[in-house]
């Protein structure tokens, strides 16, 4: 049996627009008749995902397999590395975390998950027809080259010829493309196929004279320039989208009958320090009924008619930062004031009494006051909870009706034990989740993707008495249309004859 074709796409830096172009070029060979799997080696995301099989994942590579149009799993994302703080992260291997490192603990310890890196690689390559690789940063990064697992030691083992992004949105593409050029070795340098230059907006015309340059220069050619695509509602990987002005997931005209008036439901997420799942407000920020806001600052939960409490990487971290911002104490006084407050995987945790960590999991604290507006406690052990997950709400609450399907999954470390004053809020396929309080205001669950559900969607208008008739968006079929979108438009900016020369598919 034949292995796959396979392409990589590298990067200048980091967020030179790499995953979005992967998920395209997988739209369009898709589309094209191909069966095309997308693989990351290591990703360092908060924003993961659990498979079918319970196995952690990235999220960029889930939007790359929906683009697709295949199933996600693990070994598209074998290596994943999730922050706990600014010098350590939790190192998930084939989907299930081995333990949590020191950066420079990681850098000794990565040369060692080659062999993992290969074994997915190959999977795949004996599965589809085509794998298209995404490398991770820059791979000309001097100080990590001989540690590299990401760029171009994976290209040499899946044997893929490399094409080459550079960022033109943030100045100095040139100098960017060229300069990483320079900085490859010889043989590292052959593999590079071709160059695109990404997120551009204007007329082409007026970069030839840099582009013919670049082709003298680096004697590669330009595959093309692809265009900054505005509105595109595609799911982000790194939660630095979220500070981005311009992230608009959902058309303008779909809200703009409710941004003037006070009929909108004002939703104010939380933003902690180590934030994770972020997409879990894609639904509500989608909806034209929520007036949805991420807040950093006590002040911005004051008009609060329903407060979000994120997941969390560091859950008793993040609830010192609650405590310390003054946040805590609003949140507490917005609830006894009859606002509503739910809790999704650490913010759920949060909402609790108390947090104990004996084993120091979490945090070297060892026990930690929580916001008491559940009668929950949560004990943190090693072991990790990942799942696809279905849940039925069984508690009398007002905000959603007895019966609501809330389809999802889990991933968290830490159980949690109800008291006498909390209800069980859901059962699921595996038994009891979440909890209610504060006369049914106030809810907590461990499932991701909670707000995805029109069920929660319709209940949450319904209690806030939003219009009837206003219109549920389908996000499924939005996302499929904006897959669409985006192999549209690289089909016009990119040389995608020449790239499927280069890949050896014609």
Known sequence: ???????????????????????????????????????????????????????????????????????????MNPIL??????????VVVHGQPIGTMTAQTYQDFKLGLLDAVSESLERLRREFQVVIIEGAGSPA?????????????????????????????????????????????????????????????GDRSILEPGLDFLE?????????????????RIEEEDSVALTDPRRALWPSDVRQD??????????????????????????????PGFDFRLVEHAAGLADADLIVIPGTKSTISDLRFLWSSGMAAEIIRKAKAGAAVIGICGGYQ????????????????????????????????????????????????PLLPEGARIRGYEIHMGQSR?????????????????????????????????????????????YFGCPAELPLIDRGLIKEHDYDRLARELRVSLDIEKIYDIVGLR
């Open 141 to 201: 990064e001097i100080n990590f080259r001989g540690r590299d697992i990401a760029n171009m030691t994976v290209a040499e083992i899946a044997d893929a010829p490399v094409l080459l992004i550079g960022d033109i949105e943030r100045g100095g593409v040139f100098a960017s493309l060229v300069g990483t050029m320079e900085l490859l070795e010889a043989e590292e340098r052959e593999r590079v196929a071709g160059l695109i230059i990404n997120k551009f907006r």
């Open 216 to 232: 003298a220069r680096c004697r590669r050619p330009v595959l093309g320039v692809a265009p900054f695509i505005r509105g595109l």
């Open 350 to 397: 949060m909402l609790g009494t108390k947090i104990l960590d004996p084993q120091g999991i979490d945090s070297s604290a060892g026990s930690i006051k929580a916001l008491g507006l559940l009668d929950v406690e949560t004990v943190f052990a090693p072991e990790k909870d990942t799942r696809q997950e279905m849940g039925e709400v069984v508690a009398e609450t």
């Open 418 to 462: 109800l008291g006498p004053e909390a209800s069980q809020f859901l059962q699921t396929g595996h038994g009891a989740d979440g909890a209610v309080g504060g006369n049914g205001l106030v809810l907590g669950s461990y499932i991701h993707g909670f707000f995805d559900s029109d069920d929660v969607l319709a209940g949450l208008l319904s």
């Open 258 to 287: 409710f941004k003037d008036n006070d009929e909108q439901v004002k939703v104010r997420a939380v933003r902690l320090p180590r934030i994770s799942n972020f997409t879990d407000f894609d639904a509500l920020e989608g909806c």
């Open 81 to 90: 590395l999730k922050p706990t703080s600014d010098t350590g992260s939790q």
């Open 1 to 75: 049996m034949s292995l796959a074709k396979t392409i990589m796409l590298q990067g200048t830096a980091s967020h030179a627009g790499k995953t979005l172009l992967v998920a395209g070029l997988a739209r369009i060979m898709a589309q094209d008749g191909y069966s095309v799997a997308p693989f990351k080696s290591q990703n360092m995301s908060l924003n993961s995902w659990a498979d079918a099989d319970g196995g952690e994942m990235g999220r960029a590579q889930v939007v790359q397999a929906e683009a697709a149009g295949i199933e996600p799993r693990v070994d």
